[in-house]
């Protein structure tokens, strides 16, 4: 777009068509005060608090010619003979602004005293009082007095619940619509809405359960007064008494930059802290509102030592000694390959390295894994690490000239934060496709939905790389230099027709065709997949892998894959190795884990911060069989209830470390407190144990397959390869900096990412300027403590050549007597171990089955009857929720606490049939 | 030389015939000045409720960092304080104080006033914290009104909105 060139204040500033005022005025360091308008939202003009003197030149209506005057300069008339409000009003070439003549400030002062004759004025007792935007321009802009009566006051019965987690005080609402268009426009949850009108003007929840959206709290920062507050700080302490510690969410591998805000060593409450990379000004309100399990009473305290059949608990000494002497006893007699190891991909990478060290070389043992291993679970495929998005890549500047692919991924429930980072990219001109199996939120913001049949999804993907093929799409530059084996798939193809294809996926070829041209001739294009991905199977990733190869979209910033794996640190996780394919030895994962520990094969294992026992009997069996197990966790689990040792750990408040989010960006999280009952951090207790073991063979972790090779890449769709060099076999860190410089020397790609370095990381031209308190005032933090290093994906060496590994599915056969294919699906309320103390607790579902209309017809199910599922691993009941757009013949389960899917699932997808109960 | 030594002696043979200024402390006790700043109370209204609405802004205007607040919420059917909010925890540290009377002119309630008690003294450090129990006046001690010590400084009531006095 062309340059404007105006004068603001005597200043001029040229900035692009199509800005308004108020941001020109920023980009020339003014601060023009407004209350509806924000800088991430789509402006209005409801308020009236940025009014200022527009001058424009005066054009003859005779000649349309700019009048000269006599000075040879152009006359300049008054904008409409008043005042502009500056956040809707274009600027144009030759304007003058003047934000500080006597006529603004009359007006400015004249709209703070209408806003304050239906205000309560109970600062004192309100929440937002200390960061609030209605005290900060009263002060500064406003009058010392009013000229209304104090007894005239508007009053409404204080505050009204907006849903369970947000109250409403009506008499503080200024009624700028800001929570409405953020619910409207960047959540896309618009339930929201204004009711009645003048001085009964009001906002309402339109929906039920009220407020029902996984964004609410963000409405509480952007409200400028304190209208909106969220019910888990209300009253916990003044907003200038809590320290603030910058802190990363763990809940999802979006990776969230939060502040936990302290007082007194207790959490009062979490912001989110800027971070354009990764969330730009928001977090969602599961890491708002799901940080109370920290602090609950709940947490274990001291290590717990089996003596029969209880645990008691014991002192840290006695607790080590004992793992220390189980572990190398059974490594004596059975050998390493006996042990086994299994982490989180909650906990932080200095955790997972360590765990790691010490189950790899230290004990010697190549088990290791960081999935559960139930039946259900679908193998992870990590196109992140190789493909990954291009180092670089800010969604939130991505928008026209970008497409964006959805495949078998619900971001709302999965990742939350990208449904906002997704939608602005939308916004901005932006394509989104999305192919799921069943419906999602997403869709409605998306150009086209596509929905293939479960089971089908394979069919669908091909026929995208297909229709690239055919039309032409294919980026040959790209192709020629860095991908191999374009001969070998177009012959694997040549069969196939984008037709057959979508014909058996049973979605429409318009679409795919649209799909596939959209992805290939934008400039840029990115693939996210989730859940319903990896359920389907690898032929769906080798697919979207040569997608992305084909139409050169990998490799380069802005262009690449997200992988939404479960667990907030699944990306670290793996690249710390914890996955069975990461040493010289390939070892067993958690399934064949599993399997061994029945068979007496394995005999003793560690387990951190995981819970692979939960609603899981055959691995609660499994356990049992096993002759030690010793458990690190922040609760006693059911795993941890199985387990002879059970040792207690920091949670992320008590503690430092760095996660590594979806899109490869290492992130610091600081100690917000001191350890809750003095409990060790993770990385500590591996040293602990590691420490106490007697010296014994040991294994290095070097990997012997070249990583990043010129050769082409055998395994681009596989596993992540091993990306470790031999770590040191000491084990002496005394902090958990040191743990991050062995990282740092050791993992490949993480070169740099010492806590010094990530300290250092400054956001480079969006970060929040000095004088805009007026505008992020009681929002998020400003990002003093670094945003993070983005490390590089295999694609992004240019000399990485990948191979071309997509092919033809195997038919899909459906069950001869198990009609309906079940699918497991992730809800972000799980009503998991982190929920505990949340006032989440009430948006958590209980155990369910969701069928289609047809389906919950033709058994002739209502809402709430329980039906029988039946599949060849065994049989659960549940009572019936029904999706009216859910196609016919799936089945959705979400996979929340309590149940039973283990008990039923034979695979990520499972074939079942369905008898109505009661 | 000898001249100014006698007349330093003719002072003290002057004030030996003089009736002494001494105070006899603590069986005489000398009335202070209005404006005294002496040891804090927390006041009540009329109808008993506590003046104080936990707002904090007493400790945010302390210089000496001697108060602690801890809010919380109401509850409607047994409320501490008109309005939504009172103070769960009150305590000065009266070995920080300076006796400023800050958080008195911060106070919107008036609910926080240095009165005219002087005699603080302590066997230890712990007792110097006074909380919630020791600066609070009785029930029946309320008033609507603005606290009459503080009327003599013409000061204006400002409650919150929701604060009918
Ligand atoms: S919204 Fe702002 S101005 Fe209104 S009572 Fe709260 S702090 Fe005061
Ligand atoms: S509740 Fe807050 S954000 Fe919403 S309209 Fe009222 S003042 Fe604006
Ligand atoms: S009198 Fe001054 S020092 Fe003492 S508590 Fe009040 S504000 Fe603090
Ligand atoms: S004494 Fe006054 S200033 Fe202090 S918390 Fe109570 S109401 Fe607020
Ligand atoms: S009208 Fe411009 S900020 Fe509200």
Redesign the interface.
């Known amino acids: 777009m062309p340059d404007v060139t105006l004068v603001i204040n005597g200043q001029t500033v040229t900035v692009p068509a199509g800005t308004n005022i108020v941001d020109a005025a920023r980009a020339a360091g003014v601060a023009i005060p407004v209350f509806c308008y924000h800088p991430r939202l789509p402006p209005v003009g409801m308020c009236r608090m940025c009014l200022v003197e527009v001058w424009t030149p005066r054009v003859d209506p005779a000649t349309r010619q700019v009048v000269i005057g006599d000075d040879g300069k152009p006359v300049m008339a008054l904008m409409m003979g008043k005042l502009q409000p500056g956040c809707v009003t274009p600027v144009s070439d030759g304007m003058e602004v003047r934000t500080a003549t006597e006529k603004v400030h009359v007006a400015q002062k004249g709209q703070l005293e209408f806003l304050l004759t239906s205000h309560p004025l109970d600062c004192p007792v309100c929440d937002k009082g200390g960061e609030c935007p209605l005290q900060n321009l009263t002060m500064q802009f406003g009058p010392s007095t009013s000229r209304f009566d104090y007894g005239d006051k508007i009053h409404f019965e204080k505050p009204i619940p907006l849903g369970d987690l947000i109250y409403l005080d009506r008499e503080r609402c200024i009624l700028c619509s800001r929570c409405v268009r953020f619910q409207d426009e960047l959540a896309g949850d618009p339930v929201l809405g204004f009711d009645h009108r003048g001085r009964a003007w009001e906002i309402i929840s339109k929906s039920d359960p009220p407020f029902d959206s996984k964004f609410s709290g963000n409405t509480t920062d952007i409200c400028p007064v304190g209208a909106l507050t969220s019910a888990d700080f209300r009253f916990k302490a003044r907003v200038w008494e809590v320290r603030p510690t910058a802190s990363i969410c763990p809940h999802c591998p979006v990776g969230c930059n939060l502040s936990l805000d302290m007082r007194h060593d207790k959490l009062m409450r979490v912001m989110p802290r800027e971070n354009d990379y990764v969330n730009e000004i928001w977090i969602c309100d599961k890491g708002r509102f799901g940080m109370r399990f920290i602090e609950s009473a709940d947490r274990l305290r001291h290590p717990l030592i089996r003596k029969g059949d209880s645990l008691v608990p014991a002192p840290w000494d006695e607790a080590i000694a004992l793992v220390a002497e189980k572990l190398s006893q059974i490594r004596e007699h059975a050998g390493a390959a006996s042990l086994g190891g299994l982490a989180g991909p909650e906990l932080p990478n200095e955790d997972l390295y360590l765990f790691q060290k010490l189950v790899r070389q230290t004990l010697g043992s190549p088990n290791l894994d960081c999935s559960t291993g139930a039946s259900g679970a679908p193998e992870v495929v990590d196109l992140a690490a190789t493909l990954g998005v291009g180092r670089g890549t800010n969604l939130a500047k991505s928008g026209a000239g970008t497409a964006v692919l959805i495949m078998g991924a619900d971001p709302e429930e999965e990742a939350p934060l990208y449904v906002l980072r997704l939608r602005g990219i939308v916004a901005r001109g932006g394509d989104l496709t999305v192919i799921n199996p069943y419906p999602t939120k997403l869709e409605r913001s998306a150009a086209r939905s596509i929905r293939p049949h479960a089971g089908f999804e394979a069919f669908a993907a091909l026929a995208l790389v297909k229709a690239v093929l055919d039309q032409g799409l294919i980026a040959t530059e790209f192709v020629t230099a860095r991908v191999q084996g374009l001969d070998e798939l177009t012959a694997r193809l040549r069969e196939q027709s984008v037709e057959s294809l979508c014909e058996t996926a049973g979605v429409s070829e318009a679409s795919v065709r649209a799909a596939a041209q959209a992805f290939a001739t934008a400039e840029h294009a990115i693939i996210i997949y989730g859940r319903a991905a990896l359920a389907a199977g690898e032929d769906v990733l080798r697919a979207l892998t040569d997608l992305a190869l084909l139409t050169g979209k990998a490799g380069r910033p802005g262009s690449g894959v997200i992988a939404l794996l479960p667990g907030g640190n699944a990306r670290g996780a793996l690249d710390m190795g914890v996955h069975p394919g990461a040493g010289s030895r390939r070892g067993m994962g958690a399934r064949e884990m599993w399997a061994a520990a029945r068979d007496g094969r394995l005999r003793g294992m560690i387990i951190a911060g995981m819970d692979p026992a939960r609603d899981n009997p055959a691995i609660a069996a499994a356990l049992d069989a096993l002759e030690f197990v010793v458990v690190q966790d922040i609760f006693l689990t059911e795993t941890a209830q199985r387990a002879d040792v059970v040792l207690p750990t920091a949670s992320i408040a008590g503690r430092e470390g760095t996660f590594t989010n979806a899109e490869r960006r290492v992130q610091r999280f600081r100690q917000a407190r001191i350890p809750e009952y003095n409990t060790p951090a993770g990385w500590e207790v591996m040293q602990r144990i590691a420490r106490a073991l007697p010296p014994g063979r040991s294994e290095s972790v070097t990997d012997a397959r070249p990583v990043a090779g010129r050769r082409a890449q055998r395994a681009s769709g596989a596993t992540a390869t091993a990306t470790m060099d031999a770590p040191p076999a000491t084990w002496d860190y005394a902090v958990a900096s040191d743990v991050a410089d062995e990282i740092a020397a050791t993992v490949r790609g993480y070169a740099g990412t010492t806590y010094a370095s990530l300290g250092l990381t400054r956001a480079p031209e969006w970060g929040r300027q000095p004088d805009e308190a007026v505008y992020y005032d009681g929002t998020s933090y400003q990002n003093a403590e670094g945003i993070g290093i983005q490390i590089a994906a295999t694609a992004d060496d240019p000399k990485t050549v990948f191979a071309l590994r997509a092919r033809v599915p195997a038919p899909f056969t459906r069950h001869a007597t198990r009609p309906y294919l079940l699918l497991a699906v992730t809800r972000a309320y799980d009503g998991g171990e982190w929920g505990r103390e949340s006032k989440l607790r009430s948006r958590m579902v209980p155990p369910h089955v969701i069928l289609s209309v047809a389906d919950a017809a033709a058994h002739s199910v209502a809402p709430g009857a329980i039906v029988r599922l039946e599949s060849d691993a065994g049989r659960i009941e549940l009572p019936v929720q029904i999706e009216v757009t859910l196609p016919q013949g799936l089945v959705l389960i979400p996979d929340v606490c309590g149940t039973p899917l283990s008990t039923i699932q034979t695979g990520p997808q499972t074939w079942v049939a369905i008898s109505r109960v009661a | 030389m000898i001249g100014a030594i006698f007349k330093g002696l003719g002072t003290t043979l002057k004030y030996l015939f003089r009736k002494p200024v001494t105070v006899e402390y603590p069986d005489v006790k000398r009335p202070v000045r209005e404006r005294f700043r002496g040891r804090h109370q927390l006041k009540r209204f009329a109808n008993g409720l506590e003046r104080c609405?936990?707002?904090?802004?007493c400790?945010?205007a302390c210089p000496a960092d001697a108060i602690l607040v801890?809010?919380?919420?109401n509850d409607p059917a047994a409320p501490h304080s008109p309005?939504?909010?009172y103070a769960a925890r009150y305590e000065i540290n009266m070995l920080r104080c300076i006796y400023c009377g800050y958080c008195e002119d911060a106070c919107?309630?008036n609910a926080i006033v240095l009165e005219h008690q002087y005699e603080i003294s302590f066997y230890d450090r712990k007792s110097s914290v006074l909380t919630k129990t020791e600066l609070l006046v009785a029930p029946d001690r309320g008033h609507g009104e603005i606290p009459p010590i503080l009327q003599q400084l013409n000061r204006r009531p400002s409650p919150?909105?929701?604060i009918d006095l």
């Open positions: 609405i936990g707002c904090s802004l400790a945010a801890v809010p919380a919420e309005g939504e909010r919107p309630t919150p909105a929701q």
